[in-house]
């Protein structure tokens, strides 16, 4: 759903709602595109920002907590799956992907990028990956 600011604020107006139900993971705005991850309609989602037409939807990895960094997309899924993924509005583009198999019980840790170095924590485990 995206709201409108109305009246120095002291409304609202919705431009558009598409019933995408994020739960796990945010969304990333690139450009004039949002890349996130449906819930309950399970998918992951690249739609326009403007309209809020949905361009794709795959289900592959989702639901997936999203980041960006370095003009990429990384992808943690609730099933185990690191995916890196090139931001396109037209298709998918799964770029690599592994499974995390260090750790424990679910896979809903948010990923983190610092100074090069993707963290993945997998309950009783923390790995990192030199991505720079």
């Known amino acids: ?3 409108r600011l109305k009246d120095g604020g002291k409304s609202v107006e919705q431009v558009w709602n598409n019933n995408v139900d994020n739960q796990i993971g945010g969304a990333v705005k690139i ?23 949905i361009m794709y939807r795959v289900t592959q990895i989702s639901p997936c907590a999203i980041i960006a960094a370095d003009g990429m997309l ?3 899924s609730g099933r185990g799956e690191m995916a ?9 583009e799964l770029v690599s992907s592994f499974n995390v198999t260090l750790g424990t019980n679910q896979h809903w840790a948010h990923p ?15 790995m990192a990956y030199k991505i720079k």
């Open 1 to 3: 759903m995206l709201l």
């Open 74 to 76: 990384y992808v943690y």
């Open 84 to 92: 890196l993924v090139k931001p396109n509005p037209n298709q998918f």
């Open 112 to 126: 983190v990028i610092h100074d090069g170095v993707l963290y993945l924590r997998h309950g009783d485990a923390l």
């Open 31 to 53: 450009g004039d595109y949002v890349y996130t991850s449906g819930h309950n309609n399970r998918g992951f989602y690249c739609i326009d920002w403007n309209t809020g037409e």
